[in-house]
């Protein structure tokens, strides 16, 4: 996956992300990486750099036997900002 920001951003940033899934039964589990080739003010770096590296992990939620809710829990690392995060998603 890609993206470019060309209207706002001067060093018209670029980012890049790959992944990986797995699948067992209902459960995925997802490792991806991305980064920036070059400077980018978009994602706060003044030369290449890695700026995810992270783990989803998701499946269905039955709540009822009828209705099921997708829900992924994700840890995300940003080795060049020197932080991190957790996330719990539930869609509607």
Not at 8 to 24: M, V
Not at 26 to 32: G, H, Q, V
Not at 35 to 47: E, I, L, V
Not at 48 to 55: E, P, R
């Amino acid at each position: 996956m890609g993206g470019w920001v060309f209207h706002g951003d001067d060093d018209n940033s670029l980012y890049l992300e790959a992944g990986y899934t797995l699948a067992f039964g209902p459960n995925r589990i997802r490792a991806l990486v991305s980064g920036t080739p070059a400077r980018a003010g978009f994602n706060g770096t003044d030369k290449a750099a890695v700026t995810q590296v992270g783990i989803q992990a998701s499946r269905m939620l039955t709540v009822t036997e009828s209705f099921q809710l997708p829900l992924t829990v994700e840890f995300i690392a940003n080795p060049h900002a020197r932080t991190s995060f957790g996330a719990l998603i539930l869609s509607f």
